[in-house]
């Protein structure tokens, strides 16, 4: 009995951390398509709109840091969690943005979130691994996340 219920917990465990590179592969997928449409609903210039993009993966070198510290303290389970649920809040604040700069504030937080998700998402799917007997998962999860331009 104690073989199966740990067998299913590993399953379930591969699953969880496939979803959660699924899930952030979903949602940035699905932003990406919407930028013609938030420029010309916001009437941006093409210098505003790419400012406003700059803003994502300069929050991410920023953020990026702040991963290992909020892991040891929290666990890489609860920051990717925590941390899908801010992204996926960016990205609704993203498509109702009234102006250029909530739009630019939101993808400063889809950045930032994005950082610190990617980081704790690859070490919770390392920890799943060492968790089951060293089998790989790395390419299972990565196959989640990769399967989202073809889904989104």
Avoid: C
Avoid at 14 to 35: E, I, M
Avoid at 65 to 92: D, E, K, Y
Avoid at 127 to 135: E, K, L
Wanted: aromatic letters at 6%; zero cysteines; charged letters at 15%.
């Amino acid at each position: 009995m104690v073989a199966v219920e740990a067998g299913r917990t590993e399953r379930r465990a591969r699953a969880a951390v496939a979803l959660v590179f699924l899930t952030n592969g979903l949602v940035y997928a699905n932003l990406l398509p919407r930028f013609p449409q938030i420029k010309a609903d916001l009437g941006l210039s093409n210098t505003q709109l790419g400012l406003a993009v700059a803003a994502m993966p300069f929050a991410a070198l920023l953020a990026g840091l702040t991963a290992g510290p909020l892991i040891a303290r929290f666990t890489s389970a609860r920051v990717a969690s925590f941390g899908m649920a801010v992204i996926a809040l960016g990205v609704v604040l993203v498509g109702f943005a009234p102006s250029w700069a909530l739009f630019a504030t939101a993808m400063l937080l889809v950045g930032a979130s994005d950082a610190v998700v990617d980081v704790a998402q690859n070490a919770h799917g390392l920890r799943v691994q060492r968790a089951t007997a060293g089998r790989s998962s790395t390419g299972s999860t990565r196959s989640g996340r990769s399967g989202r331009s073809r889904a989104g």
